[in-house]
């Protein structure tokens, strides 16, 4: 099977619905099946890309108001269940956590069977200082930390997916250390 899925972080800033209302007729007109996506803070957001995208007829989000992680599932397919994994609170505080940062799991029923997709926002790094001990890589270390032990814990035979807006360069060392 052939698997189209689209990873995107929305950037909650300047005029959001507008931006979402656009990424909804861009959506609509493509051909993914699964898209991920970060900084979707509120329902109303998610409701508004599925009026502009209905052929994702299957959806993952929580929260009441605000979206636990901003962390949003649409797909072509049955979604059958959902969590959200919230990472562990670290300092320096930051208003990111408002957020509440962490990894939403969920089992799409596809036409070759389930698909754990994990999609998931780390922490910014506010500073650009990569070096192992600035406080900013010490909690994406920590976050990565978690997210491997939910992944650990998963049945080995599951087919899994983890996508999202991982926060850190393709070759920095917290992140090689995940993969490893």
Known sequence: ????????????????PARLRALGGLLAASNHDIVCLQEVLFRRHVRLLRRAAPAYRHHAYAGAVVLNGGLAILSRWPVTRCRFER?????????????????????????DGELIVVNTHLSANRDGNWSRDNPYVRIERAELHHLAGKLAALD????????????????SAVLQDFIA
Do not use: I, W
């Open 1 to 16: 099977m052939t698997l189209r899925l689209l990873t995107l972080n929305t950037l909650f800033r300047g005029d959001v």
């Open 87 to 111: 990472y562990p609170p670290a300092r320096p505080l930051r208003p990111e956590m408002l957020m509440r940062k962490g990894a939403q799991l969920a089992s799409v029923a596809t036409p």
């Open 156 to 171: 080995p035979a599951a087919r899994v997916v983890l996508a999202g807006d991982l926060n850190v360069p393709r070759d």
